[in-house]
């Protein structure tokens, strides 16, 4: 059986549905918990151990589970948020919970390959620690963000396929659904193909935007 050209862009849209919902809300949870586990950790600018001794091992826990088993873990809390554990909608619960921690780890690298010169030149100026990640910190870090974003997209991307083995919808439920169960290698490699592309784009379009900020810099 083969599948029209209407199937495959439905399931092209519903995969970036995900990956886009997700991204906004778990970019938002990565980049919280990032700066936390930058300024808290010791002899940062917020040094607190014991909220780093909280938020790291939450991310440690969270990253370490596989996401196909995350997806089928939190079915119930799925249920609690949008009211079912089926389809689009229902995928990017388990997918915030799971970017999230990733995106917080890549937002802290990035923190943390700003030079120490020019916090302590921002501390002499008497900023406070709100302003010294917020004007100093972040702007600092921003080309390297964009880098972490594009990681993010395309661990997303794979994310939202594995989502189509539960019913979550998207270009994987499509691949096995019409590719796997009913025979149709071509609607497999229809499927293969536009997730080639689709991360090979996201790719050159990160790495060029990397290089032009970098440039301004």
């Known amino acids: 059986m083969e599948v029209s050209t209407k199937l495959i862009l439905s399931a092209l849209w519903e995969t970036l549905y995900m990956v886009s919902v997700s991204l906004f809300f778990g970019g938002i949870i990565g980049i919280f918990l990032g700066i936390l586990l930058v ?113 993010a997209t395309i661990g997303l991307i794979g994310a939202t396929a594995m989502a189509g083995a539960v019913g979550g919808g998207g270009l994987g439920d499509l691949a096995i659904t019409y590719g796997y169960q009913r025979f149709s290698t071509i609607t497999i490699l229809a499927t293969v193909v536009i997730l080639v592309l689709l991360v090979q784009g996201i790719q050159s379009v990160g790495n060029v935007l990397e290089r032009k900020i970098r440039r301004v810099e």
Request: aromatic share 8%.
């Open 39 to 151: 300024a808290t950790r010791k002899g940062h600018i917020l040094e607190n151990r014991i909220i780093f001794s909280i938020v790291n091992p939450i991310v440690n826990t969270f990253r370490s589970i596989p996401f196909i088993i995350l997806l089928v873990a939190i079915i119930p809390f799925t249920r609690l948020i949008v009211g079912t554990s089926i389809g689009t909608t229902a995928a990017i619960v388990p997918l915030v919970l799971h970017i999230g921690p990733y995106f917080s780890r890549l937002v802290e690298n990035s923190l943390l390959e700003v030079d120490e010169g020019i916090i302590e030149a921002a501390k002499a100026m008497g900023a406070t620690p709100f302003q010294i990640i917020h004007r100093f910190l972040l702007p600092e870090a921003f080309a390297s963000f964009i880098l972490s974003i594009t990681t």
